[in-house]
């Protein structure tokens, strides 16, 4: 796999997911207990082999880098490296990446020394490829540009890149979230197309893309030289199937993207069942994260049901139940949490530490004693008092408020914030 480097996109401004984007990128997001979201892309990239990885971000970088930076180093005796281009005023630009291949663009003289195909990663989905099955099927269908593609059902054709392909696989129509009935209709694929690739499809009758693409590198360069389009799916992508050879590697596998906070927190909710949609416990395929050689958690009189306890907890007399618990989080007694995301704490406090924030009348770094979390999503660092409730009692869809905001109905209590005892949200 030596013939292939990856383009790692570290995204936008991640507003859809904020106030979890506020302070950090999108990549950045902890999912999982343990993991950041750029976890995936670069989990994938090393099992396949490939091992020659530019990571493009823009916005709130620094938690980002510092991550890359703890987690990925290759020794001297490895072949490879991992490069940060964040976006900066050159030259030849001073303007923000625009979009996704306007990113690529203004890169391009870095990518330069990449190898024969390029593969174009998001750095916020969450799913498990085999890229060399992507590079292959590539290879051998002799394509310039290879979309990953899923089948999905009419109803949730209108959230993605729709296309067509004939009985080859080969793409020859491309629309972007398309809301026709009549166009919907039109870009049907036959069921015989799916069976070539040993998918069932049940119901979905629509492929979409995934936003992960193969480029044979000279078509890539050729495509973006002299040409101002900013987006590869909506603009870059359907131009060229007129004169390229673009095909559609089919996946079923689990793929989410985690753009939204309904997404975000649906996918946690389902890692807390006894059989997950994705799977983080297969010792063949790991995903890899920071070591950071934390004790095993310490429980102590707390009744936990369907819930992930990630390591470095302290748990005392507490109830979780259909909870994701964070590394190194602390939750005091009497303290019920349900249908939430703990992300935990980057510190431990020492009994000093405790000792002083009482004097200052400070809530602890973690959950005080005898509060209630329902349908919420604690960022990391936060103090929260005793006798917290934070259970969106005035049930509200949306909303800001001083300690928090609430999207789709989910609480979510940004980073490093202090909730005072006797609070209710």
């Not at 005023?89 to 990446?97: G, L, M, R, V």
């Not at 292959?136 to 890149?161: L, N």
């Not at 919907?184 to 893309?209: C, M, Q, T, Y």
Request: with cysteine; proline share 4%.
């Amino acid at each position: 796999m030596n013939n292939m480097t990856a383009v790692i996109l570290g995204g936008g401004r991640g507003t859809r997911l904020d106030p979890l984007t506020r302070i950090r990128s999108k990549p950045a997001v902890p999912i999982g207990g343990k993991f950041r979201l750029i976890d995936i892309p670069m989990s994938n990239c090393l099992h396949a082999g490939v091992r020659d990885i530019f990571i493009l971000t823009q916005f709130n970088t620094e938690s980002l880098h510092r991550h890359i930076y703890d987690s990925y180093r290759f020794d001297n005796f490895t072949r490879g490296s991992i490069r940060i281009l964040a976006a900066q005023q050159t030259a030849d630009n001073n303007d923000w990446y625009q979009g996704t291949a306007d990113a690529v663009r203004k890169n391009i003289n870095f990518l330069k020394s990449s190898h024969e195909h390029i593969i174009i990663l998001s750095g916020d989905h969450l799913y498990r490829m085999d890229y060399q099955a992507f590079l292959q099927y590539h290879i051998d269908t002799d394509a310039d540009i290879s979309i990953a593609v899923k089948p999905v059902y009419e109803q949730d054709a209108t959230q993605f890149g729709i296309l067509k392909t004939d009985n080859l696989g080969r793409i020859n129509r491309f629309y972007e979230k398309p809301d026709d009935p009549k166009l919907l209709n039109e870009l049907k694929v036959d069921r015989s197309l799916f069976s070539r690739f040993n998918i069932d499809p049940g119901d979905r009758r629509h492929v979409a893309s995934m936003g992960i693409y193969i480029f044979k590198k000279d078509v890539l360069f050729e495509l973006l030289k002299d040409n101002k389009k900013e987006d590869f799916g909506k603009e870059i992508i359907p131009d060229s199937l007129s004169t390229q050879k673009v095909f559609a590697y089919f996946f079923d596998g689990y793929w989410e993207d985690i753009g939204t906070i309904q997404a975000f927190f649906d996918a946690h909710m389902d890692f807390t069942t006894p059989v997950p949609k994705f799977n983080f416990y297969d010792e063949k395929y790991p995903f890899y994260t920071r070591p950071r050689y934390l004790p095993a958690s310490k429980i102590n009189q707390c009744q936990i049901n369907h819930s992930v306890i990630s390591e470095g907890s302290i748990l005392l007399g507490s109830i979780i139940e259909q909870a994701v618990v964070g590394i190194r989080s602390y939750i005091d007694e009497g303290t019920f949490v349900q249908r939430s995301i703990i992300m935990g704490n980057a510190r431990y406090e020492h009994i000093a530490q405790r000792q002083k924030n009482n004097e200052k009348h400070r809530p602890n770094l973690g959950i005080g004693k005898n509060c209630i979390i329902r349908n919420a999503i604690i960022d990391m660092d936060c103090r929260i008092g005793n006798n917290v409730q934070i259970i969106n009692r005035d049930h509200q869809r949306e909303a800001e408020g001083d300690f928090f905001s609430i999207k789709d109905g989910i609480i979510i209590i940004p980073k490093g914030t202090i909730i005072p005892d006797n609070t209710i949200i």
